[in-house]
């Protein structure tokens, strides 16, 4: 009678708590903001529950602790739902994931609730069917809850976006995408990215915070409960520029916190796209270049290295550095790796490599002893594509060097003692498109130039 009782008023709590898309009282949030990690407990409760029932076969003990772990698994979900309840009404969160997740979390509870009804009957001998096609649907519905919730998080094609394209046909979680009107324009190709990758997690069709969606020309032009967001030929006034250029840790920061902020430049063409107008068709922007961007050179295939063969097979099965082939086909090259004696690996014992420099397409270098004297020899390498350094005690002088190298498009230079000035003339390298300086004294630049990023950070 209870269980019943209490499976009404969970589906009425829609109705006691609606749902409008407004803020509400800081204490609810404060509250609801439990819910992220409450939820942990009846997940993991949840998913003990079956385990202890096939146990029990064997340990009669342990299907007794089952009927225990059922009845708080059910008390934690409940917790967890009204957290949930307080947290979307608080922070007025609405959309179709935000209604999805939440009646997900209704139908688990409830699920649970049938589960503790019908278990007695199965423990009894009598029904031997109800309770565990109630558990199965149980783990069915956590499943797809669940789901929802991390769509909240991390949008919803979080599990699709990655997914080879053969799978993708049977994906039955990711979203469509509508497609974009005028797909050359200036919108479509440099401002819709932007919000897609930065802001319609929290502003999309599943999620909606403060009535505001960005996932469309349309819905971006409506704005949300605060009025439009872009108000045309004037940046200044807009709240969209407002929000996403003011400091970290303010509480209207866009995108929210924790979240990564936009980049200047992606500041800078949404503020000269308004500027311009906010247009949904014009393919060009004044006072805005963008290049398109480069295509890697296709693989250039290495000479022949037969009469070394027996010389690369034995450092392959080596204590030592060794060459290793990136196929069977012998023209797609050679990787050089330090892996197993980086600390001993210098200057000296790279110069020993310079025989083998035509057929070696990568070389990773990381942590290894080498300084600025391994870009003469590096220089050789001829084929090479891409160059791990990172850790290294080199400086960048002498980077100069490498200009040699035609074909080299990644450079890793993390946790070395480079600076921005060393780094200058990789400019000059226009297939080098990968550069990596991470805890240097080359770090980016906090603004940049829309054609080409510092050379400072990942490029």
Request: one cysteine or more; hydrophobic letters at 45%; charged letters at 15%.
């Amino acid at each position: 009678m209870a269980a019943g009782a209490l499976s009404v008023a969970l589906l009425l709590l829609p109705e006691i708590i609606k749902l409008d898309g407004k803020p509400h009282a800081d204490w609810l949030q404060f509250v609801g903001r439990f819910h992220p990690l409450a939820v942990h407990l009846p997940i993991g409760l949840i998913v003990l529950v079956p385990v202890l029932e096939m146990a029990g076969a064997f340990r009669p003990a342990l299907r007794e602790a089952a009927g225990f772990v059922l009845a708080l698994a059910s008390a934690a979900c409940i917790g967890t739902l009204i957290l949930g309840f307080l947290l979307a009404y608080g922070s007025g969160d609405t959309g179709s994931i935000v209604s999805r997740h939440m009646w997900g979390g209704i139908g688990l509870a409830i699920g649970l609730l049938l589960c503790i009804l019908a278990r007695p009957a199965w423990c009894g001998g009598g029904s031997t069917r109800v309770y565990p096609a109630l558990l199965g649907c149980v783990m069915l519905a956590l499943l797809w809850t669940t789901h929802q919730g991390g769509s909240l998080t991390h949008g919803a094609d979080y599990l699709t976006r990655y997914m080879p394209s053969p799978l993708k046909r049977f994906a039955v979680f990711g979203a469509v995408n509508a497609a974009i009107p005028y797909p050359d324009s200036f919108y479509a190709k440099h401002i819709h990215p932007i919000f897609e990758s930065n802001c319609v997690a929290c502003h999309g069709a599943g999620k909606t915070d403060g009535g505001l969606r960005l996932d469309s020309f349309e819905a971006l032009m409506k704005g949300g409960k605060d009025g439009p967001v872009v108000v045309r030929r004037d940046a200044g006034k807009s709240i969209l520029i407002d929000r996403v250029t003011l400091p970290a840790g303010s509480p209207h920061a866009m995108p929210a916190e924790g979240r990564t902020p936009l980049k200047p430049a992606e500041i800078a063409w949404i503020g000269a796209w308004i500027r311009a107008g906010a247009s949904p068709s014009d393919r060009e922007v004044a006072g805005v270049t963008i290049p398109s961007e480069p295509k890697d050179l296709p693989p250039e295939p290495v000479g022949d290295y037969s009469r070394w063969a027996d010389e690369i097979e034995q450092m392959r099965h080596s204590q030592g550095a060794k060459l290793l082939p990136v196929s069977a086909r012998p023209s797609d090259g050679l990787i050089l790796s330090t892996v197993d004696v980086a600390p001993a690996f210098g200057d000296a014992q790279l110069a020993q490599f310079e025989k083998f420099a035509p057929y070696v397409v990568e070389a990773n270098l990381a942590r290894t002893a080498i300084t600025d004297a391994s870009f003469d020899i590096l220089a050789r390498f001829t084929h090479l594509r891409a160059l791990h350094m990172e850790g290294t005690a080199v400086t960048g002088n002498g980077l100069a060097k490498l200009s040699a190298l035609s074909r080299l498009n990644y450079l890793n230079l993390s946790e070395t003692k480079v600076t921005a000035d060393s780094l200058v003339p990789l400019k000059s390298m226009s297939n080098l498109r990968h550069v990596y300086a991470f805890n240097t004294a080359a770090q980016p630049a906090p603004g940049g130039d829309d054609a080409k990023p510092s050379p400072g950070g990942a490029r």
